[in-house]
């Protein structure tokens, strides 16, 4: 079947890092998609990698490694704004996205 | 208005109501999708439109009826739904082709209680 695997719950402090890890089983692989989501709000796209190594964006950046099926996001320089889940999602074969559960980052000062 | 617009963003209903969600976008995509968000699960793909045409059912409970008009609209019609049917409701779009990635934009949801 396909899976994604993320932790549930994550927690760090204003200023520091935070590599939040995903691990997938899909059939066929097209991508791996980060997207942010505030409570109450829409999920917003962070990140794509489709080839190994690492992407960065900012204080964003994301990794990829197809041969062992994973993916982490890397926060820098924490704010507290930054306090969200954050969803990792996998594209199949079919184009079709797996999601995972999402993973809550509570930022402490 | 830009992006993807959902209303109403709050609903509660009766296990015998009819009700819509409706969901518009401004971003000329060809594709427009419902998703349900239930508390720590991970997004479930209900529906998918592409083109106005339905090209995905995952095995959705006919209670949930959508509709898709044009490419810029999509609804979610909903009937004697159930008190586990209570969730959040999230419609996206995206520009699907060989040039794209696949980058789903969200709207902020419709919160749908059922008592």
């Known amino acids: 079947g396909q899976n994604i695997d993320q932790p549930t719950e994550m927690t760090a402090t204003e200023g520091a890092i935070v590599q939040i890890n995903c691990t997938y089983q899909?059939?066929?692989?097209?991508?791996l998609f980060w997207y942010q989501q505030h409570a109450g709000e829409a999920p917003t796209f962070l990140s794509y990698?489709?080839l190994d190594g690492l992407e960065e964006k900012g204080r964003f950046s994301s990794f990829l490694s197809r041969s062992k099926g994973y993916s982490y996001l890397l926060l820098k320089e924490l704010q507290m704004k930054d306090s969200a889940s954050y969803l990792c999602?996998?594209?199949?074969?079919?184009?079709?996205?797996?999601w995972g559960a999402g993973t809550k980052l509570i930022i402490k000062p | 208005e830009t992006g993807v617009t959902q209303t109403p963003r709050h609903l509660v209903m009766g296990m015998t109501n009819k009700k819509s969600l409706k969901c518009e976008q401004h971003?000329?995509?060809?594709?427009m999708y419902w998703y349900k968000q239930s508390a720590k699960k991970p997004l479930e793909l209900m529906f998918v439109?592409?083109?106005?045409?339905?090209?995905e059912n995952n095995s959705v409970p006919s209670r949930f009826s959508p509709e898709c008009p044009n490419s810029s609209h999509l609804f979610l019609h909903l009937h004697t739904l159930q008190p586990e049917d209570s969730a959040l409701y999230l419609c996206?779009?995206?520009?699907?082709?060989?040039?794209?990635?696949?980058?789903?934009?969200f709207g902020e949801g419709s919160r749908l209680t059922v008592l």
């Open positions: 971003l000329g995509h060809n594709a």
């Open positions: 999602a996998a594209m199949d074969s079919n184009y079709q996205l797996i």
């Open positions: 990698n489709v």
């Open positions: 899909t059939s066929g692989f097209n991508g």
């Open positions: 996206a779009s995206s520009q699907v082709g060989r040039e794209n990635t696949g980058e789903l934009f």
């Open positions: 439109y592409n083109f106005k045409e339905q090209t």
